[in-house]
Each structure stands twice: as structure tokens, then as C-alpha cells.
T-cell receptor, first 111, second 114 residues
Framework: DQQVKQNSPSLSVQEGRISILNCDYTNSMFDYFLWYKKYPAEGPTFLIS?????DKNEDGRFTVFLNKSAKHLSLHIVPSQPGDSAVYFC??????????FGTGTSLTVIP | KAGVTQTPRYLIKTRGQQVTLSCSPISGHRSVSWYQQTPGQGLQFLFE???????NKGNFPGRFSGRQFSNSRSEMNVSTLELGDSALYLCASSLTAWREETQYFGPGTRLLVL
């Protein structure tokens, strides 16, 4: 059972525009959320995180929004750059030292 | 500081065989987690080791096992390989695996089962 879902397998955005990647989760016990970025032939690298006590966290061009009532997480990248082209995974933490990952969204930023 | 290393990077096996994958965490990290990545399922948690003890286990059959050594290096073993075990296997290390800590992933071992 997939507890963290990314329903868009791919997304294409023009350089300079906003990229919005979405993530839904089913378990209300999740209390910490993260986004990872993965380039081909490399492992995922941590991008940004948010605790369930917040609804927004910002780091440079990256902002993560959390809507607990909708069990929805989103990552905004503004402005998008070609180097942002990668696969993005959202992940959620559940007590017990286990992360649950989504299936990933492949972002392509078109120059 | 050296990153997480995984060996081998690529592996081809046939059904019924067994395989052992290795992960060396970042120096000082005591937690190692293993994940299986497949196109349709994303990253799925296999298990997590901390100080040589398996602390958590995902929903995988008993054919998947692991261990951690005193130097925190970890191995993952898959016995009686099936075609569906073809995947990218990633390990990640962190100090204690607490949620606010960043997990650092290795480049993965790509396993192909024929």
C-alpha cells in the first residue's frame, strides 16, 4: 500500500517559470516531510524538509508547502533552471525511524 | 569527507541465484538504511541498521536480509533471486536516523536478474 503518492510521473516547465511538484499522503501519523532530488546514476540528495507544525518552509528558490487537512505536500521551484531537471521524490517520516517515499516526478526544465 | 559508497555498481544474476550488496556509510554514521527503487514503486524501504542491530524492517519477504558490522558497513543479501528483484538498490547513512537528520544516499547498485 503506497502511503505517499506522487500522481504526476513527469512535468515540463519553461526556464524561469514556476515548477510545482505535488505529493499526497494517506497516513495522518506522518509528522515530518522531505523532498529529495535525484540525477541519473546518482543517489537522491536532500533538498528541503518541513515539520508538521509548520505549513511552509523556504530555502532560496525552493519552498515546500504542507496542507495537513488535505494531506498534501507541494514543492515550488521559482525560478526554474535547466539544472533543476531531475527526478524529485517526496518522503514522509513515521515514528520508528522509517521514511516512506513517493514514486517520483521527473522534472524537465526547458531552456 | 567521503560519501556513501556502494559496491558493486552493476550486477547481473540469473533466477535462483543469490547476491550480496555492500554499503560503506559516511565516517561516523551509525545508521544505514536500504531501499529498493523500481519504476512503478519508487523507493521502498527494506530495513535499517543501527549499531549492528536491525531496528526496522519494511514489507519485503525473508529472502531479503542484511547485517551491519562493527565499523558500520552494511551488507544486504537477496537469496533465490526472482525476475522482479531487478531494481536499483540504494543505501543511505545518517548519524542516528532521526527524522531531522539528513540521510546521505549512495549511488546505488543496479541489479538485473535474468
Amino acid at each position: 500500500d503506497q502511503q505517499v503518492k506522487q500522481n504526476s510521473p513527469s512535468l515540463s516547465v519553461q526556464e524561469g517559470r514556476i515548477s510545482i511538484l505535488n505529493c499526497d499522503y494517506t497516513n495522518s501519523m506522518f509528522d515530518y516531510f522531505l523532498w529529495y532530488k535525484k540525477y541519473p546514476a546518482e543517489g537522491p540528495t536532500f533538498l528541503i524538509s518541513i515539520s508538521s507544525i509548520k505549513d511552509k518552509n523556504e530555502d532560496g528558490r525552493f519552498t515546500v508547502f504542507l496542507n495537513k487537512s488535505a494531506k498534501h505536500l507541494s514543492l515550488h521551484i521559482v525560478p526554474s533552471q535547466p539544472g533543476d531537471s531531475a527526478v524529485y521524490f517526496c518522503a514522509a517520516w513515521y515514528t520508528g525511524n522509517q521514511f516512506y517515499f513517493g514514486t517520483g516526478t521527473s522534472l524537465t526544465v526547458i531552456p | 569527507k567521503a560519501g556513501v559508497t556502494q559496491t558493486p555498481r552493476y550486477l547481473i544474476k540469473t533466477r535462483g541465484q543469490q547476491v550480496t550488496l555492500s554499503c560503506s556509510p559516511i565516517s561516523g554514521h551509525r545508521s544505514v538504511s536500504w531501499y529498493q527503487q523500481t519504476p512503478g514503486q519508487g523507493l521502498q524501504f527494506l530495513f535499517e541498521y543501527f549499531s549492528e542491530t536491525q531496528r526496522n524492517k519494511g514489507n519485503f519477504p525473508g529472502r531479503f536480509s542484511g547485517r551491519q558490522f562493527s565499523n558500520s558497513r552494511s551488507e544486504m543479501n537477496v537469496s533465490t533471486l526472482e525476475l522482479g528483484d531487478s531494481a536499483l538498490y540504494l543505501c543511505a547513512s545518517s548519524l542516528t536516523a532521526w527524522r531531522e537528520e539528513t540521510q546521505y544516499f549512495g549511488p546505488g547498485t543496479r541489479l538485473l536478474v535474468l
